[in-house]
């Protein structure tokens, strides 16, 4: 348990919030039923839930996709920041540091949109503003001109020192694919020390060592399909069961049994390890990835338990309510392309 | 003589017959107090549970009092315990 300045009852409040919000979440057989809905008909099934207020405010400037994609962004930003002012001390603090992933993606998206000359009002549309970099200082971000402006506003902030050293080399290679590997090991390295340094973070670091694992583990099965001859020192992260240089091994075995086995050995979750078995038919790498994804909730619900007033009740809230936001997306945008139901389904994690 | 004996023995039994009746007060607020305090541990973490729920969820607030007052059952046998030492 965390610190507990106030006793336990901050935390058992907190939690028990969380929960009540988690059994909230939409069900399974919710998702199925979307699967057979039109776009309209989905837009108003979702009014009729948590995100009412979202689609009544937007609903006369947006229609559509359109309506859906930003009542969603809006409302998964609305419950992060509403979940960092209700909790409290160190459990606050680890929230705001698991949300900066958010301010990651942000930018990204903020300095291709800017390189690629989109209008910044449509990449304000795919903005999800639920990290440390709020909705005005993104808004700030995109009335800059050129990417260097939005660089050097970012002083003082924690992305600055990874951003400005690694954008020059960015746009001589065209490519911000180094700089964002950069910008996730720096975040996993800032985790793993603010985990480190405060008081009841070993929960926290258990969480952040299953997330780098499983992370990597994506990488590595992405690097197969890709079949390209790759450094997978650039892309793996540090902090996890495997070190680097044993994953830069593993990425070098071309056999697949061969490569799953030398996973297993080292692997200790054992919904991970069955997991694992099961790929060693070949499968499409889309279908790896929401097998890992479910185990990784699927552990995180376990933690959860074990640790019942942690910050694990919070996480895992934060990601479920992260994946229902990217189901519904998923349905709106699959039914709005008319893709098969089968396909959508795919795509889901339920 | 024998009347100094006397005295001092009836003496001894007030004595002991107001100590027996302070020990029974002291067992008595003892039964209550620390009860008391069982039931404000208890009720602690289910009071801050039982608050979080109903901020979510408003038509679980006579649940939530419900399993919230539960634990006063432990204050209620000290004050049973006490009266009986009391009367």
Known sequence: MAEMRAGPAPYIYVCTRMRVRKSKLLPKEEYLRML?????EITRSIEELEYKREIDEL?????????????????LAKEYQA??????????????????RWDIQNILTILRGKRQGLKPGKIKEILIPAGELDR?????LLTEDSPDRIVEALRGKKLYTVVAKEFPSAVQTNSLSRMENELYKDFYRNL????NAMKGGKQFLAYISLDIDITNIKNLFRLRVDGIEEDARE??????????????????????????????????VKSLLEVLDKLRGE???????????????????KMSKMNPFSIHPILVYLEKKKYEVFNLRAIARGRESKLPTDRIKGYLVM | MAAEIVAAAVTDIELMKASQVGMKAIGAGLAVGLTGLGTGVAEMAIGSAAVGATAENKDIFGLALLF??????????GLVVALLLLF
């Open chain 1, 192 to 195: 793993i020390s603010d985990a």
């Open chain 1, 235 to 268: 892309m793996m992260i540090p902090g996890g069961t495997f070190s680097v240089e044993e994953l830069h091994r593993l990425n070098g075995i071309t056999d697949l049994n061969e490569f799953i086995d030398a996973l297993m050995a080292k692997v200790r």
């Open chain 1, 283 to 301: 499968k499409p790498i889309r279908e790896i990835e929401i097998d890992l994804i479910r185990v990784q909730i699927e552990q995180m619900e």
């Open chain 1, 83 to 100: 979940i960092i002012a209700i909790t409290p001390g160190t459990l606050k603090a680890f929230t705001q540091a698991y949300l900066r």
């Open chain 1, 59 to 75: 609903s006369a400037s947006f229609h559509g996709i359109d309506l859906i994609e930003i009542a969603l962004s809006w409302n």
């Open chain 1, 36 to 40: 057979n809905m039109s776009l309209p």
């Open chain 1, 136 to 140: 005005v200082f993104l808004d700030r």
């Open chain 2, 68 to 77: 919230t007052v539960i634990p006063e059952t432990i204050v209620i046998f």
